[in-house]
């Protein structure tokens, strides 16, 4: 009787400790979650499976839960993701998550002639890419990159307005004459005298200015933009050896542009001024496009940050990241606001145990005009509409055929009113 206590008595401890180590993520749940991971993805590998990163497990969520009806920012809201069976989607969905409209974006029939890309970096098999950067036009055309690989134009049918064969990738900003900034990349495979230590190969990152029909009208290069601002230091910041300075590869990592407009005050930023982010240097800088002169730039604030936008004419906000490798509160991604005027911090939202949020890499952010954020926590396939008092309001799963799998969720916008159900049936009907 002593003995079955005993054991009894253990079993009971280890099962508490291991319900508590699950929910407050101590030792051993984030162990054995890496394990469970590791084990996933060598099993995929044996089965030939080597590029399954867009789908993560649902773990029993729903499609769409409101917590919060009578909150939520009304109108459409546009889902860039990856969909069933590795194909790629931009969605319009409402509340309901309904699906108004979609467009499916095969690489293979929209550009099967890619002569523009080596042989190989061409995707062969489904996915082969995904999307990074969307911008729904007033027409009804989707702008949209397919990642590292080109810019696409189709109409609200599905049809190619235009293809702009260039290496663009992770945003898309509209500037007030109605032209494209996206961002691109220049691979040089040999050295370059002008820059001492960048060992080839590695990648310049490129502002590419694109008139509405894919026409390149600017270019403005990372390395020449920090060199000739006196910036030397944040170029050789990816280096880690004491004696050694090299740099190569993707130094820089430019993942979004946006531009300042003109129905924000003007302060610290200007109309017109574009704001970089440069994820692998933990910078983001503001610059004037014509001068190519940096007035602001914050550095090492945030950890591989995405989509810096601007608030008002002194202050941005910062997808951050926090890609550090750890547990519990490392975990956790935030939305920042930086000051430009003092370069001050202040943590607007952060994942937490009551409400997770994190993602790895990639993610967005909106600010809406009722107050609410909203989130895409994009290696979670989710997205959040959080309010001013941190509350979740309304919340959408990129849930794939109703199983329990989530595909990764690129992007996500809550449309103007502009473009509703009709707008989109007459968009429809117009390119039929």
Known sequence: MSRFTFYSSLLIIFFTYGMAAQKYQIFPAPLIHSLVVNAKLGLNNLRGDTNTWYYVEANNRQLVTEHKPNAVQLGLTMITG?????????????????VIHQWDLDWHKIWPDATHLDANVVPQGKPGTHIHGSRLMSNGDIVFNFENLGLVRLDACGNTVFRAPYFTHHSIDLDEQGNFWVPGQTNHKQALPQYPNYV??????????????????QQISIMSLLKD???????????????????SGDIYHLNDIEIFPS????????????????RNINTVLVLNPDTLNIHFLTTGKFVRQHDPDFIDGNTISVYDNNHIAGSGQYNNSKIVKISALDNSLTDYFSGSQALPFYSSIMGKHQWLKNGNLLVAESMNGRVLEISPQKELVWEYNNLISQTDT?????????????FDTEFFSRSTAACQ
């Open 82 to 98: 990856i969909g069933a069976d590795r194909s790629l989607v931009i969605k319009v969905v409402d509340f309901a998550g309904q």
């Open 263 to 278: 129905s924000l005050a003007e302060g610290v930023f200007k109309h017109g001024d574009l704001m970089v982010s440069l």
């Open 229 to 247: 601002n006196g910036y030397r230091g944040l170029m050789y910041l990816s280096t880690i050896k004491s004696r050694d300075t090299r740099v």
């Open 200 to 217: 080839a190969p590695f990648k310049d990152d490129i502002l590419l200015k694109l008139s509405d029909k894919g026409e390149v009208l």
């Open 406 to 418: 989530v595909g990764i969720v690129e992007g996500a916008e809550r449309l103007a009113p502009f």
